[in-house]
């Protein structure tokens, strides 16, 4: 979920320590000045989130979670860090002032940048904008995403941001194995098919780029009036990893529903003023200097996995009682539905490589 985006809420009865945090702000934004007023995002984001407002300008902050946290989750240091360093690149990100690690001054590791105005759309089809224009908009999306996976990652230093090789069958092996040992949400026979099917089938091709892992309109500030992105947000699950893959997840709306991950399956792209599957996946070569996506199928069957695994791991939270989102038994309904719906990509695949 986009946290620039959801609506504010008053700060719970754990608020932050105001005058510690300020003398911090202070220190290391320059031209700071209080006083200073804080609310909470709302939303289901792993990390809380906080307007900082201030009688010249808003920021943003960014903390881990309070209390006892598994190992690697919530990393905020690595979000921190990949804006940082993509801050003199193409890539349009909100300026960091600064990543805290002392847990005295608010109680856990945080981060603050800038607050970036401008509009947030909640699904691909651009429907709250005149549709002669709703294809810039989605273009807008496709340029970003390759200027991303042209970046030279050592040279801006992130050449230890990841693993470089192996990231898909990395993965696979990642979230078969989350979806095998976890009882609790129960197994599901598109799921137990795609586990043997995905490594088996796994593209030669294992190119390295920086990968955002969740690119989807929702997690964009676009400009007030144009059809221009101003900042990318939410990189939780950014590391080196396959950029075909990660442009596949993005290009995954085309075959999500509308209520899954704000999909644009079903819709008539032509009268909504949409580009087609194809012409934006020729987009994206066009830009990255490559012939096309061979592996394409392949790559959105991985995404739709990799995303039902995620949500087997909510639904199995939902069933212990210790999810944290209010929404996590609707989520995890979904498991089934995003298994099958890869599965039949399986097939429809299958039928078409059947018919050449």
């Excluded at 919530?74 to 002392?102: F, K």
């Excluded at 043997?196 to 309109?217: M, N, S, Y």
Aim: one cysteine or more; hydrophobic letters at 45%.
């Amino acid at each position: 979920m986009s946290n620039a985006a959801a609506p504010e809420q008053g700060l719970p009865e754990q608020a932050l320590d105001v005058p510690a945090l300020q003398a911090w702000l202070q220190q290391h934004i320059p031209g700071f000045q209080g006083p200073l007023e804080i609310s909470r995002f709302a939303g289901g984001q792993s990390n809380p989130t906080y307007r900082l407002r201030t009688p010249r300008k808003s920021y943003v902050l960014r903390r881990k979670p309070p209390g006892v946290l598994l190992k690697g989750a919530h990393a905020i240091e690595r979000e921190a860090r990949v804006l940082m360093a993509l801050a003199n690149t193409q890539v349009p990100v909100p300026h960091v002032y600064g990543l805290c690690t002392d847990e005295q001054v608010i109680g856990s590791w945080f981060y603050v940048m800038d607050m970036v105005e401008g509009r947030v759309f909640w699904d691909a089809s651009f429907s709250d904008v005149p549709a002669d224009e709703r294809a810039a908009y989605m273009d807008a999306m496709n340029e970003v995403l390759a200027r991303l996976h042209q970046v030279d990652y050592a040279a801006i230093g992130l050449a230890d941001y990841g693993k470089t090789g192996g990231y898909v069958a990395r993965q696979i092996q990642r979230w078969s194995g989350q979806y095998q040992n976890d009882q609790d949400a129960g197994r599901h026979p598109a799921m137990d098919a795609l586990v043997e099917w995905l490594p088996k089938h796994i593209p030669a091709a294992d190119q390295v780029a920086i990968t955002h892992g969740d690119f989807r309109a929702d997690n964009m500030i676009f400009h007030p009036s144009e059809p221009r992105v101003l900042a990318v947000l939410d990189w939780e699950l950014s590391t080196l990893g396959d950029p075909l893959a990660d442009f596949a997840y993005h290009a995954m709306m085309f075959r999500m529903p509308s209520d899954i991950l704000g999909g644009i399956a079903g819709v008539d792209l032509q009268a909504a003023g949409l580009p087609d599957e194809a012409a934006y996946v020729q987009a994206y070569c066009e830009r990255v200097g490559i012939e096309g996506i061979k592996d394409l199928d392949f790559y959105i069957i991985f995404n739709m996995f990799r995303f039902a695994a995620i949500l087997h791991g909510i639904k199995a939270r939902s069933v212990r009682g210790t999810a944290s989102s209010a929404n996590a038994k609707e989520m995890g309904d979904r498991f089934q539905r995003v298994a099958d719906l890869a599965w039949a990509q399986v097939e429809r695949a299958n039928q078409r490589a059947a018919s050449h």
